[in-house]
């Protein structure tokens, strides 16, 4: 069980969801042929990922060329985690208790803001989750407002210069250590793994205070950019 602070306040949020009677397993968006094989593809991903980057400089090809190719393969992984927390969301929670339900096309976009409405949940709070589940990274991706410049940095939104941000390998690597610890954390909370990770005095505000640190910093991005 991990102890990271992603991992925590998924925790919290998936107990106060079952709390709110919101879970109920779904059968038929199961699939445990592909989680398996998921999990065990992302070991492989992670384990070259990290002996590509410690011998890039070893590499006959040119290193802008490398790094355009690790930028590219650390976003579909981060977006590869994402899909996968959407079908994970799909089998555990009850499309009847949200007021809009959801299908097979719903993204987890709208999952998200489905679940937080049901919920009553805060402006403040739904900022943070999405922040959490990195919506805007996916905003970007899945509407291919994106380009790869070298030298190696992905840029989000870049044709918006409100919304645009850019991160590098180690942003990106950042965020691809988020997503797993989003997706672990739900792996380990529906195989009953869920042991106190918070004090009894801590709930959903400190979630609050942890998460809104993460888009301050986004903000902070956007602001030297502009």
Same mark, same amino acid.
């Given at each position: 069980?991990s102890?990271?602070?992603? &991992?925590?306040a /998924?925790?919290?949020?998936?107990d106060?969801?079952e709390?709110?009677g919101l879970v109920?397993?779904?059968?038929? &968006?199961? @699939?445990?042929e592909?989680?398996?094989?998921?999990i065990k593809?992302?070991?492989?991903f992670?384990?070259?990922?990290?002996?590509l980057?410690?011998k890039?400089?070893t590499?006959?090809t040119?290193?802008?060329?490398?790094?355009?190719?690790? %930028? &590219?393969?650390?976003m579909? &992984?981060i977006?590869?985690?994402? @899909?996968t927390?959407?079908?994970?969301l799909k089998? %555990?929670i009850n499309?009847?208790?949200l007021?809009?339900?959801?299908?097979k096309e719903?993204?987890?976009?709208q999952m998200?803001?489905?679940?937080?409405n049901k919920?009553?949940y805060?402006?403040k709070?739904?900022?943070s989750?999405?922040g959490?589940?990195?919506? $805007?990274f996916?905003? =970007?991706?899945?509407?291919?407002?994106f380009?790869?410049k070298?030298p190696?940095?992905?840029?989000?939104?870049?044709n @918006?210069?409100?919304?645009?941000?850019?991160?590098?390998?180690?942003d990106?690597a950042?965020? =691809? =250590?988020q997503?797993?610890d989003?997706?672990?954390?739900?792996?380990d909370?529906?195989?009953?793994?869920t042991k106190?990770?918070?004090?009894?005095?801590d @709930?959903l $505000?400190? /979630?609050v205070?942890?998460?809104?640190?993460? /888009?301050?910093?986004l903000?902070e991005?956007? $602001?030297n950019?502009?």
């Amino acid at each position: 069980m991990s102890f990271q602070p992603n &991992y925590k306040a /998924v925790m919290i949020i998936l107990d106060d969801i079952e709390t709110h009677g919101l879970v109920q397993f779904n059968k038929e &968006y199961l @699939d445990e042929e592909f989680f398996r094989n998921f999990i065990k593809f992302r070991k492989t991903f992670s384990r070259t990922t990290s002996e590509l980057v410690s011998k890039l400089n070893t590499f006959e090809t040119k290193d802008e060329e490398l790094t355009s190719f690790l %930028i &590219y393969s650390e976003m579909s &992984y981060i977006n590869s985690h994402l @899909d996968t927390i959407k079908k994970f969301l799909k089998i %555990i929670i009850n499309p009847i208790k949200l007021e809009e339900g959801f299908g097979k096309e719903t993204t987890l976009q709208q999952m998200i803001e489905r679940i937080c409405n049901k919920m009553e949940y805060s402006e403040k709070l739904k900022k943070s989750i999405r922040g959490l589940f990195l919506l $805007d990274f996916l905003d =970007a991706i899945s509407q291919q407002q994106f380009i790869i410049k070298n030298p190696g940095h992905l840029i989000l939104h870049h044709n @918006d210069e409100k919304t645009k941000s850019q991160l590098n390998i180690k942003d990106l690597a950042d965020y =691809a =250590a988020q997503s797993m610890d989003i997706l672990s954390a739900m792996f380990d909370w529906s195989n009953g793994k869920t042991k106190k990770v918070e004090n009894k005095s801590d @709930d959903l $505000d400190k /979630v609050v205070d942890s998460l809104t640190e993460q /888009v301050r910093q986004l903000d902070e991005k956007l $602001d030297n950019l502009s």
